[in-house]
């Protein structure tokens, strides 16, 4: 397997532009993550799905910041407008918690590395 | 409220000086804990995970232990490539209960 693919790598954008990020789970994980990292506040949750379906999104900032799971094999995470203080390394992660052998290892992507200008 | 501290925040070791790193935890009910490790510029690579308070796990040169209030990851007689951040995070007991994740501690290997 490919393991978890993120879009772009890298991403450089000005304040007030739309952005937009991209996951690919890995093949038959049913839950997927989005994080955030940053030297001060670390990994923090923002959102995550089951099934296609968001679960809990406490984790997301404001209203800027959406997500959406049109599928298995696909995720977005858009912020607009964004803002200086956006960036970030933003990570996805998925595992398998219907496997039922009770082993819920997370596998996350590279990455997308975002800085607003 | 969960959490999670560890400590060191950064550990500089000469190569073959062992150390152990601490992940220190409070939660409600402990379903699993979990080690990464974290290379700059990649995402966290999972390590082990830990459920009960007792369990050892071991893989090269390091060995994560857990007790009902921390866990510690051992590195022995660490190599330059063992330089990383290493994470620490913890899943509750419970429904739909997720990852906490500590600050973790950066390690430095010097040869």
């Known amino acids: 397997d490919a393991g978890v693919i993120q879009s772009p790598r890298h991403e450089v954008t000005e304040m007030g532009q739309e952005v937009t990020l991209r996951c690919k789970p890995i093949?038959?994980?049913?839950?997927l993550f989005w994080y955030r990292q940053t030297m001060m506040r670390g990994l923090e949750l923002l959102i995550y799905?089951?099934?296609?379906?968001?679960?809990?999104d406490s984790g997301m900032p404001e209203d800027r910041f959406s997500a959406k799971m049109p599928n298995a094999s696909f995720s977005t995470l858009k912020i607009q407008p964004s803002e200086p203080r956006d960036s970030a390394v933003y990570f996805c992660?998925?595992?398998?918690?219907?496997?039922?052998?009770?082993?819920?290892?997370?596998?996350f992507g590279p990455g997308t590395r975002l800085l607003v200008l | 409220e969960d959490q999670v501290t560890q400590s060191p925040e950064a550990l500089r070791l000469q190569e073959g000086e062992s150390s152990s790193l601490n992940c220190s935890y409070t939660?409600?009910?402990?379903?699993?804990l979990f080690w990464y490790r974290q290379d700059p510029g990649k995402g966290p690579e999972f390590l082990f995970t830990?459920?009960?308070a007792g369990e050892e796990k071991e893989k090269e040169r390091l060995k994560a232990t857990l007790t009902k209030k921390e866990s510690f990851l051992h590195i022995t007689a660490p190599k330059p490539e063992d330089s990383a951040t290493y994470l620490c995070?913890?899943?509750?007991?419970?429904?739909?209960?997720?990852?906490?994740f500590g600050p973790g501690t950066r390690l430095s290997v010097l040869p």
């Open positions: 992660a998925s595992t398998d918690r219907g496997s039922g052998t009770g082993h819920e290892t997370q596998y």
């Open positions: 093949s038959g994980h049913d839950y």
């Open positions: 799905f089951n099934n296609n379906v968001p679960i809990d």
């Open positions: 939660v409600s009910g402990l379903r699993g």
């Open positions: 830990l459920y009960s």
């Open positions: 995070a913890v899943q509750a007991t419970g429904y739909g209960q997720n990852f906490v």
